[in-house]
C-alpha cells in the first residue's frame, strides 16, 4: 500500500516529466536515437537530388525510366533504464535527494520512450540486482516504473555498477538503449565497471547519466561534524573550520572524478553530469542534441 506522500510524489513527478516531455523534449528524443534499421518501403520514379546509388536498375529498365528504392527506418526501440538504488542516494543538499532525481530522470525518459511508441523496462540495482521490470509500452507501464522508483525498499546497501551492466549484457537479446543512472560512487574493493560498460556498449546503445550533489565537493564551513558513509555505516568526525580540511575534501572528490571520467572515456562512452538542486533540462536536451549532431555526420 503506497503512502500518501508517494502518491503524491508520483503524481507531481508524472505532472511535471509529461509536460516536460511535450513541450520541449518533443522530437529530440526521437532524433537523437536510432532506430533497429532501415526497411524497405517503396519503389518510386527518381527525382532530381536523389542518391544514384539508390537507383533499382531491374525496375528502371522495365520502367523505361529510372526509379530509386526507398527505406525507412524502423522506428520501434527498446529503452532499458538500469538504476542505483544504493544507499549513498539517499543523501542531497539542495531540495532534493539524490534518488529523487532519478526518479524524475528516469521518469522523462520513461514518458519520451512511449511518446515515441517505444518500450520501456527497469533493472534496479544496489550491489546486487534487486528487480527488472520487462520492457513494455504505455502510461500505465511508466506510472508503475515512476512508483518502483520512489517506493521500492532495496535488500542491499552497496555499489556493484559491473554486475547490472554484466546481467543486461546476458539478457538483452536485441539492439536496446540502456540508460545507467547512479552517482558512480563505487567502493574501492567492489568490481571495476568499465570493463563491463565497454563490454554492453559493443552490442547496445549505453548511456550514463551521473547524478550528483554539490557537499560531495564542498565541504561547508560549519564547525566539527559527524559524516556518515551510507553505504557502509562508517562514521566520522571532521573539522570543517580548518581550510586544510576542506581542500583537503574537494582534492579528494576531484581525483575521484577525474578516475570516473578516465575510465568512461577508457569504455569510449561520454556521460550526462546532472546534479541535485539544479534544473537537469538544458543539460539533457544538450545531450540529445550532441547526439542528434554525431548522428547526421
Known amino acids: ?48 537530388g536523389d542518391d544514384v546509388r539508390s537507383i533499382d536498375w531491374n525496375v528502371s529498365a522495365r520502367a523505361g525510366e529510372p526509379h530509386v528504392k526507398v527505406f525507412r527506418e524502423e522506428r520501434e526501440l527498446t529503452v532499458m533504464l538500469a538504476v542505483d538504488l544504493s ?36 533493472l534496479l540495482f544496489t550491489d546486487r540486482i534487486e528487480a527488472i521490470v520487462p520492457p ?24 556493484d555498477i559491473a554486475r547490472a ?32 560498460l565497454a563490454r554492453l556498449r559493443r552490442r547496445h546503445d549505453v548511456i550514463p547519466i551521473i547524478v550528483t550533489d554539490a557537499r560531495e565537493r564542498e565541504l561547508p564551513d560549519v564547525g566539527i561534524i559527524d559524516l556518515e558513509d ?14 586544510w580540511v576542506r581542500e583537503g575534501w574537494a582534492e579528494v572528490a576531484e581525483d575521484r572524478a577525474q578516475t570516473r571520467d578516465r575510465l568512461f572515456r577508457k569504455a569510449k562512452t561520454e556521460p550526462l553530469l546532472l546534479e541535485t538542486g539544479v534544473d537537469f533540462l538544458a543539460p539533457l536536451r544538450a545531450y540529445f542534441s550532441r547526439r542528434e549532431a554525431r548522428r547526421s555526420r
Open 87 to 122: 544507499r549513498s542516494l539517499a543523501m542531497g543538499t539542495r531540495s532534493e535527494l539524490k534518488r529523487e532525481l532519478v526518479a524524475e530522470i528516469a521518469a522523462t525518459l520513461a514518458f519520451s520512450a512511449i511518446r515515441s511508441n517505444d518500450r520501456v523496462g527497469m
Open 165 to 196: 551492466l554484466d546481467e543486461l549484457n546476458a539478457s538483452l537479446s536485441k539492439r536496446t538503449v540502456v540508460c545507467v543512472i547512479s552517482d558512480f560512487l563505487a567502493p574501492a574493493q567492489a568490481k571495476p565497471w568499465e570493463g563491463a
Open 1 to 48: 500500500m503506497l503512502s500518501p506522500e508517494i502518491r503524491k510524489k508520483i503524481r507531481s513527478i508524472e505532472i511535471r516529466t509529461s509536460r516536460m516531455v511535450s513541450d520541449v523534449l518533443a522530437g529530440q528524443y526521437r532524433s537523437a536515437f536510432k532506430g533497429r534499421g532501415m526497411e524497405f518501403e517503396e519503389v518510386r520514379p527518381y527525382m532530381f
Open 136 to 159: 513494455k509500452k504505455g502510461a500505465r507501464h511508466v506510472l508503475r516504473i515512476v512508483r518502483d522508483l520512489l517506493a521500492f525498499t532495496p535488500q542491499g546497501r552497496g555499489t
Open 230 to 243: 551510507l553505504e557502509t555505516g562508517e562514521v566520522r568526525a571532521y573539522d570543517s573550520s580548518s581550510r
